[in-house]
C-alpha cells in the first residue's frame, strides 16, 4: 500500500511515497530523465560515496501512473530547519551551495534551495531531494536564488548580525523573511557590506521593481551561463561562510557543571544503563537532553537517539560533537513542542509524531515544565504516557535548590498543587507501572523507571 | 506591451520551464549585478540589446511593439 509523504507533493516531477518500511520516489517523463541525466555524473556517484547525497537506486516497482521508481533508504529521523541550530544551517547552506557548484560542472543544476531538502544523518548534512537536479540548459539563472537568500542566508543573518533566533520566524513563516523584510529587519546595520547590499537592499528593491515582468529571454540571449552561477556561488560561500554565531555561557551552557549535576550524574546513568538492559530500545527520546551526556549513553548501547533541548547554545555545541554518531538534535520548547503545520496541516508533522520512541528520557526535566512553564503535574504525567513506552524520570522536590529559583516570584498559591513526591507517585500510578525507582544523594530528588499500564 | 493572450502564453511557458519554484524576476536579474567581474559582459549585453531595441535595430514581429526595459529584451528570432 503506497501512501504520499505529506511533505513531499510540490514538484510535479516527483514525490516521495512510502511503502511499507520502504521509501519510493516516483517520477514523471521530465523527473525520469531528469533522474538519468544526474545518475550518469560522476559527480552522483562521488557525492553518494561522500554521504552529501543520499543513496539512490532506480526501482523496478514502478506503479501505473509513473515513469519511473527510485528507492532511497529511510533516515532514522527527520527535523525540520526550525529545529536546528545555527551550525546545522550553516552547514546545511554550505552543503546546499557546495553541490550545486559540483553539480554545475557536470552539466547539471538544482533547481530549488531550500533545506527541507537536507537532513542530517549521523551528524552530517546530507542532501535528500534528488527529484531537485535536472540537466543544466544553457542560458538560464539560478532558479533557486531567491530561495537560498530566504531560507538559508537570511536566517543565518537574523542571528549572526542581529542577535535574534531565527526558529521562530522559520517556524511561523516556513518560507523564511522575503528581501524587503529583511531589509526592514537589518534597519541600518551592515550599512556598508557588500552582502547586505546586494542580496538584501538591492534585491528587495530589484523585487519591487521587476514584480510580474518576465526575464528569462532577456538573460539568456544576454548570455547568462553556468560558469555566472558559479561565481555567485563561491561569493555566497564565502559570505555564508563568515557569518558566526559566538555564543557564551548564557542558558544551559554550565549546566554540567552545577554542583547537582556533577553529583548525581553518575548514578543517573546506572539508572539508565539498567533501563536500556531492560528494554533494549531501538530508539531514544532525550527530552531536555542538555549536553547530550544521557544521549550519549543511549546511542553508545546502540539506539538512534533524539536529544531534544530548547536551548541553542547547548545544542549547537552537542551538533558538533555529534558527527559520527547515531544522535539527531532537535532544537524545540517542550512547552510549545514543533507542531503539525504547513499545507493541510500535514506538510511537517509535529515532533511526537516524528519521534516514536521505545524508551523516554526525562532526566532534569519536569520541574521546569511544572514550575517554570506552570504545566500541572498530571498534565505532565500523562504527557508522558503519550509517547507509550518505558520512561526513566527524575523526580525533584519542592525542597530541592533548584526549585527555589525556578519558583523565583511565584508565591505558593499561584503554583499548582500535587508537587511532592507522594502525590507524584499517585499520580504516575494511574498510568504507569513502577519498574525500578532510586533516590539521589541530594536526597531531593529521585529516579523512576515507568511502563504504560 | 503584451496582449492577454500573449501573457498567458508567456507565463504557461515559462512554469514548462521553471517547474513549481517561482525563482522571482528581479532575484534573477540581481544575480547578474552579484556574479560581478563575471557578469559584466551579461549586463553590458543586455543594455546593449536594450538600447539596440529602443533604436528599432531588429525587426519586431507583426504586431509586437519593442520591449520598454531590459526585461523583454529577447531578440525576435527565438520568440
Known sequence: ?????????????????????????????????????????????????????IETAESNDVPPGSAGALEHPRLPFISYPYEWTFAML???????????????????????????????VEGRPMFIDIGSFEAYQPGEPWMGYRQFTRQFLFPLMLRSWIGVPFQPWLRGAMEGPTPAQMAQLL??????????????????????????????????????????IQANVRKLRSLVASLEWAHGDDGWSDYGSCE??????????????????????????DLGANDGHFSGIAAAAGADVIAVDYDEAVLDDLYRRSE?????????????????????????SSVADRAHPDLVIAYGLIHHLIYHASI?????????????????????????????????NKRAHELHPNRDEADFRGLVEEVFDILDETNLSSGTRALFALRPR | MTTA?????????????????????????????IGGAAGIAVAAKALRQKYQLRRGKYPLPDGEEPAESIEDTSLPSES
Request: net charge positive.
Open chain 1, 1 to 53: 500500500m503506497l501512501s504520499p509523504d505529506p511533505g513531499s507533493f510540490r514538484d510535479p516531477a516527483s514525490r516521495v511515497v512510502l511503502d511499507g518500511p520502504r521509501v519510493l520516489r516516483l517520477l514523471d517523463l521530465r523527473g525520469l530523465e531528469a533522474w538519468r541525466a544526474l545518475a550518469r555524473t560522476d559527480f552522483f556517484t562521488s557525492a553518494v560515496a561522500d554521504r552529501r547525497l
Open chain 1, 90 to 120: 550553516k552547514d546545511a547552506a554550505l552543503l546546499q551551495l557546495d553541490l550545486l557548484r559540483d553539480a554545475l560542472s557536470a552539466g547539471v543544476t538544482i533547481k530549488d534551495a531550500t533545506p527541507y531538502n537536507i537532513q542530517f
Open chain 1, 187 to 228: 534597519g541600518s546595520r551592515k550599512r556598508f557590506h557588500m552582502g547586505a547590499l546586494l542580496h538584501v537592499r538591492l534585491q528587495a528593491r530589484v523585487e519591487a521593481r521587476m514584480a510580474g515582468r518576465s526575464v528569462r529571454d532577456g538573460l539568456k540571449t544576454a548570455g547568462f551561463s553556468a560558469q555566472l
Open chain 1, 260 to 285: 547537582h549535576v556533577a553529583r548525581d550524574r553518575a548514578a543517573k546513568g546506572e539508572f539508565l544503563k539498567s533501563a536500556i538492559e531492560r528494554t533494549h530500545p531501538r530508539r531514544v527520546l
Open chain 1, 324 to 348: 559520527g554518531s547515531s544522535l539527531a538534535v532537535v532544537l524545540t520548547d517542550l512547552a510549545n513542542p514543533s507542531p503539525a503545520q504547513g499545507w493541510a496541516g500535514t506538510e511537517r
Open chain 1, 376 to 408: 500541572p503535574p498530571r498534565e505532565v504525567v500523562r504527557w508522558l504516557r503519550t509517547f507509550d513506552c518505558q520512561v526513566v524520570v527524575e523526580f525533584v522536590s519542592p525542597a530541592d535548590e533548584m526549585v527555589g529559583k525556578l519558583i523565583g
Open chain 2, 5 to 33: 493572450t500573449g501573457f498567458d502564453d508567456a507565463l504557461e511557458e515559462e512554469q514548462m520551464i521553471f517547474g513549481y519554484l517561482d525563482p522571482g524576476s528581479g532575484s534573477m536579474i540581481l544575480q547578474v549585478v
